[in-house]
């Protein structure tokens, strides 16, 4: 096993460590969510910040599940044309589609850096009375999520380039 092999085994342990941690968040979520719909429609109480914790929650599920999902083959690719290729070929395919998604990574980031740092520097809150403050902690995700999304894309090209190389 190559040190690179070794980097993308780390990189796995990582990505399925923090998507591991971040699955709890779903229980949080459907707790949240039961909880809502419970004093809404049983007591017509509403609670701005209880509507709001459920997209603060949801969230993060989905900027570190992406990475969760591609590191356990549950992205999505079109099968029926994938299924047909030669082995080389569909590493091959993946190695592209692990450079792209890193590109896409790198311009997210680059993009969401200005309006993090915008967000933190005002103390970005709610704009509802009664609502979350702190967006800001929030919004910071979003390059956290794909740098996260990069490493994991990263692992994914070299593990494509080694069995590309074996096929």
């Known amino acids: 096993m190559t040190s690179s092999e070794k980097l993308a085994g780390g990189i796995d342990t990582f990505v399925d460590f923090v998507g591991r941690m971040t699955s709890w968040l779903a229980l949080g979520l459907a707790l949240v969510m039961g909880a809502n719909v419970l004093f809404r429609y049983g007591f017509s109480l509403g609670f701005i910040w209880a509507q709001e914790l459920e997209w603060h929650i949801f969230i993060p599920i989905c900027l570190f599940g992406m990475s969760y999902a591609l590191l356990h083959g549950e992205h999505v690719r ?90």
């Open 78 to 167: 079109v099968d029926v044309l994938y299924a047909s290729f030669k082995p080389r070929t569909k590493h091959a395919i993946d190695l592209l589609a692990d450079f792209l998604s890193m590109a896409f990574c790198v311009i997210v980031i680059w993009l969401s850096i200005p309006y993090v740092y915008q967000s933190w520097s005002i103390g970005e809150g709610t704009a509802n009375p009664g609502g979350i403050d702190y967006r800001y902690i929030v919004k910071s995700l979003i390059p956290i999520g794909f740098a996260v999304l990069f490493l994991q894309s990263f692992s994914q090209a070299i593990k494509s380039y080694f069995a590309m190389r074996r096929a």
